[in-house]
């Protein structure tokens, strides 16, 4: 048998609802944002590639956030995973193999947080809001790909019809396409800098 034919991922939609296509559209609106915010900055500043590269980073993730949705990557992951323990024999033992990969996760996100905020410390001292949205919303994504009991439960508690998670998202979604949208117009109240001018102290 074919690991194809062990896996019960499939490339279809996988939430369908309304909700599900109003999340597609809040994602696919802040990676537009992301864009229209990168394209400012190298128009303002010609010679300042940093800003231009990390909104770019941002649209990036936030369109892969959008495929994401209905996609639905992260079981794909685990069935792969599955499948390979189950084909290397230790499935049985798999929940403490589940720890290590949480851990390794985890850590590897933090390592990769630092070497973007060294590399861009710059640009996040100037977009904190940009910053803690990104925080909000990773965090999010990351506990509810890792799927814990407990987490899965409140992830799913309503609130006068509103889903925790549903707030949640939206709120992450929302701080980073603000945060965008500022750029974008504080970039377009400022005139775009020649080769010649010095930008203002």
């Given at each position: 048998?074919s690991?194809?034919d062990?896996?019960?991922w499939?490339?279809t939609?996988g939430?369908?609802?309304?909700m ?7 994602y696919?609106?802040?990676?537009a944002?992301?864009?229209?915010a990168a394209?400012?900055?190298?128009r303002?500043?010609p ?8 909104w ?7 369109g892969f956030?959008?495929v ?9 992951v ?7 323990a ?19 996760l985890?850590?590897g ?6 070497v973007?905020?060294m ?5 996040w001292?100037?977009?904190v ?15 509810r790909?890792i799927?814990?009991h ?5 992830l799913?508690?309503?609130w006068a019809?509103?889903?925790v ?10 701080l980073v396409?603000?945060a965008a949208?500022r750029?974008?117009g504080s970039a ?14």
């Amino acid at each position: 048998m074919s690991v194809l034919d062990e896996i019960t991922w499939r490339p279809t939609i996988g939430d369908p609802s309304v909700m599900g296509w109003v999340t597609v559209a809040a994602y696919a609106l802040a990676t537009a944002a992301a864009l229209a915010a990168a394209g400012s900055a190298s128009r303002t500043d010609p010679d300042s590639r940093g800003d231009e590269l990390a909104w770019l980073l941002v649209a990036g993730l936030m369109g892969f956030l959008c495929v994401n949705k209905q996609l639905d990557l992260q079981s794909l992951v685990t069935d792969l995973g599955r499948v390979l323990a189950r084909r290397q024999g230790w499935y049985v033992d798999r929940h403490h193999y589940q720890k290590i990969f949480i851990f390794m996760l985890i850590g590897g996100s933090l390592v990769g947080a630092g070497v973007l905020a060294m590399v861009f410390r710059r640009f996040w001292r100037q977009h904190v809001l940009l910053g803690l949205g990104l925080v909000f919303l990773l965090t999010f994504v990351a506990v509810r790909a890792i799927g814990f009991h407990h987490m899965d439960i409140l992830l799913h508690t309503s609130w006068a019809g509103v889903r925790v998670n549903w707030f949640l998202e939206f709120t992450g979604i929302g701080l980073v396409a603000g945060a965008a949208l500022r750029a974008y117009g504080s970039a377009g109240l400022s005139p775009p800098l020649g080769r010649d001018q010095a930008p203002p102290p």
